[in-house]
């Protein structure tokens, strides 16, 4: 969890929360982690989904806290039950990697896929890699394009267009032509609903 964590901050910007949440926001942007942690910890703790995503953060990545993946996991979990769709992501990344939890393809891809239907690109994008690789689902190419295809048109902030777009590329090299097109035919579908 890197630069994909920094910009989803940025993209709340002003009104996600109130400002409450924009002052734990421009403390973080001013590397100030301990001063946006006294921010979100009492609002997390009040319930906002947004501030549980924030403090999760700072405890996975070590930022005005000491760093306990098992704390993170458990204010993104808060996040992502209330809907976060970052928190979801989070969460699924957590899952993934094993980070504060047994590791479990499973269960990451629940999350993904939770947040990739709210349009989270991230997760869309991850959602896509699992199905190349046949990690917590079974190996499926048309499934994967989906994914790409989707993050590469909803790329938010999070999410470089061009990455998602190299992943379609580089599925779209391992199908037939007939699966190809097959999932051309599920991304239109999917974008009609």
């Not at 949440?21 to 979100?40: C, I, M, N, P, S």
């Not at 902030?157 to 998602?164: F, H, I, N, V």
Request: proline share 2%; no cysteine.
């Amino acid at each position: 969890m890197s630069r994909w964590l920094i910009l989803v901050f940025l993209a709340f910007g002003a009104g996600a929360a109130g400002a409450d949440l924009d002052d734990g926001l421009g403390a973080y942007k001013r590397g100030d982690y301990a001063a946006a942690r006294q921010v979100w910890a009492p609002l997390a703790e009040t319930g906002d989904r947004e501030a549980q995503y924030f403090l999760g953060h700072l405890y996975a990545k070590g930022q005005g806290v000491v760093q306990d993946h098992a704390e993170a996991l458990y204010w993104f979990r808060a996040a992502a039950v209330q809907g976060n769709s970052y928190g979801q992501f989070a969460l699924g990344y957590m899952y993934e990697n094993g980070a504060g939890v047994a590791r479990d393809d499973g269960e990451a891809v629940r999350w993904y896929r939770v947040a990739a239907e709210q349009g989270n690109a991230l997760a869309q994008n991850n959602l896509g890699l699992m199905y190349e690789a046949g990690r917590g689902v079974p190996r499926d190419y048309v499934m994967a394009h989906l994914w790409f295809a989707r993050a590469a048109a909803d790329a938010d902030s999070g999410l470089d267009r061009d990455k998602a777009a190299r992943n379609l590329d580089q599925v779209e090299a391992k199908m037939t032509p007939a699966q190809v097109e097959a999932a051309k035919r599920l991304v239109r579908e999917r974008a009609q609903q």
